[in-house]
């Protein structure tokens, strides 16, 4: 992070300010979590620093803006974005996986922005994102009935939002301390 590239109309004084408020605000739980994201965004444009911390924005605004496939979802969300599932036919009946299988694809992709896991007590994965997992049963299921199973959607309870959401405030407090740091000690 380069300080020195500072020239918006925002003083670095005020920015530091901004960034211990915002800090204090985060771990007293004063604010939602979209809101503290958001002044993090601010805080990174003003000193410039937008490039280098392109996952503000991809929280705030949800991860299929950039990855539009599973594929791609899986290859690039950050591991504190993959939480536990529950899978369920096109009936709203759960689906049971073998183990083999469910060990594979234990992990949900959630690419949802922040509001939406803060708003939510569940949230679904739905089947557009759930195609090659259904072909991967198809193959490789163990017998008739596996084979012939079909995910409609996958469900992330909200322990598992909180898990995700646990980890966006983590990744939050570390910018949010390295600008503190850089700022103070410039």
Partial sequence: MDVYRFGMSNSKKEILQ??????????EEKKPLHDIISTCR???????????NTWIDLELNG??????????????????RRTGWKFYDVYGNAVSLPPSIANLFGKS????????????????????LLE????????????????????????????EINQVL???KHKAQEFLDTVISLLEFD
């Fill in 166 to 168: 646990g980890g966006i």
């Fill in 109 to 128: 992709t959630v690419h949802h922005t922040v509001k939406e896991l803060e708003d939510n007590n569940q949230v679904t994965i739905t089947s557009d």
């Fill in 42 to 52: 601010t805080i990174a444009k003003s000193l410039q620093i937008s490039d280098e």
């Fill in 132 to 159: 090659k997992f259904n072909k991967f049963i198809s193959d490789h299921g163990m017998d008739y009935a596996s084979k012939n199973v079909r995910i409609h959607e996958a469900k992330v309870s909200k322990a």
């Fill in 63 to 80: 991860y299929l803006v950039k990855y539009k496939t599973r594929d791609q979802l899986c290859d690039n969300l950050p591991s504190y």
């Fill in 18 to 27: 901004l960034a211990k408020s915002t800090s204090v605000d985060l771990l």
